[in-house]
């Protein structure tokens, strides 16, 4: 039966996903668009990326120790706050075209140092607040987060077609401060937590990872999925660019395409994930394809064929990404929530900087170099996915498959 602590849980956590993605969708927008053109190249906005990488490394211990000893209520507030903080001194900076880039590069990497946490910490929240309604919850969370990107982008586009950042960084700084308010709603005492108790050594990054190997092996499937999301959204300012002559609104169409897509997935999400359960495979594969169709519609296609392909693409990585995301956690251990949230982080980091270090190396001028990098970079990722269903399979094969041996043997066998 679904208690009123438990609507309330779910509801805080809904609210707080969409107003911080509000925020999130406007910023990161925005930030690509003016890296690219203050630099004209496509590193500011790589770095920018690598540093979710670095601070996610540097930060996973506090990380981890903070919502281990205060819980992800707790967390979510403070970063929310810190967030809403951050944002408040660009308000009264005027255009960011007339600053120095190292402006936008110390925005990006503060905002991404609180990402961690709230990224974590959301972890953490669905584990201890919704174990037995993981997918659902999920799903609520997907349906959240897209229509929060939806309308952060929404407002990035008008905002920087007819205003400039300073009006944009003060809606976003509003959107974090409400959702510090909706995460204040959460819970103090988490409710519906598993009853069985895994070792407190697992509570630690290294504990984590020694035991609760395949919620660390599908985490990893669920970064391939963010490292295909990363791929559209570094190669957004260069195909506005180089194909529709620089216009903002442009970004903002296939961002809304894509979302409009994923919203479809995490509405649907429990349906599907039933159906993928039956067939895991499944959900990269068709990420990965609907990827290929997609980034060589956007490059080279025309304006109608590049949305729709786009907006099927969101479709299928969403799916695939919630997918994975709800078996690592289903994997997940309560009192270890805030170690696999945190090393969640550094993978998914390790795969966007694989992405950003693949695009940045290449040239970024034309539509054919464009397309080339995006294809190689959905191989390699191919590649990733291919050896991590491999995983179990070679390992029994090595080191065979007694009970307590295999890594990789699920918690609910």
Known sequence: MITPSRHRSQHALWAGEWLTNIGRGAVSLSLAYYLFRLTGSIWAFAI??????????????????????YGPRWVLILAA??????????????????????????????????RVFVSAATYAAV???????IEATNAGLGVALQVGQFGGMVLAGATLEW??????????????????IAYAALPVQAVDIPSETPSAESGSLLGAVRHNAEAVRLSLVGATDFALVGLFNLL???????????????????????????????????????RLSRRPWLASVLSLTAAVVAFHA?????????????????????ASYLFWMSRAQAETPADAAGAVGALRNILNGAMLALVAGIIAARDASTADALLHSALIVVAVVATAACLLFAAPALYRAWAGDAAGLNPFRSRHQ
């Open 298 to 318: 956007i490059v080279r296609g025309a304006p109608a064929y590049s949305l729709t392909a786009t907006a099927i693409f969101g479709t299928t990585v969403t």
């Open 48 to 69: 920018a990326c690598l540093s979710e990488l670095v601070l996610a490394m540097a930060l996973r211990r506090v990380c981890a120790a903070s919502i281990r000893s």
């Open 81 to 114: 706050t810190g967030l809403c903080a951050i944002l408040l001194p660009p308000v009264f900076a005027g255009d960011l075209l007339d600053y120095s880039v190292y402006l936008g590069l110390g925005a990006a990497l503060c905002m991404n140092a609180m």
């Open 163 to 180: 205003a400039g950042f300073n009006h944009l960084a003060l809606f976003a700084a509003l959107s974090y401060g409400l959702a510090a």
């Open 236 to 274: 957004l300012a260069p195909v506005v660019v180089a194909i529709h002559a620089g216009a903002p609104r442009w970004m903002m169409l296939l961002d809304v395409s894509f979302t409009i897509g994923a919203l479809f997935a995490s509405a649907l999400f429990v349906r599907v994930g039933a």
């Open 127 to 133: 584990v201890q607040y919704a174990a037995t309604r």
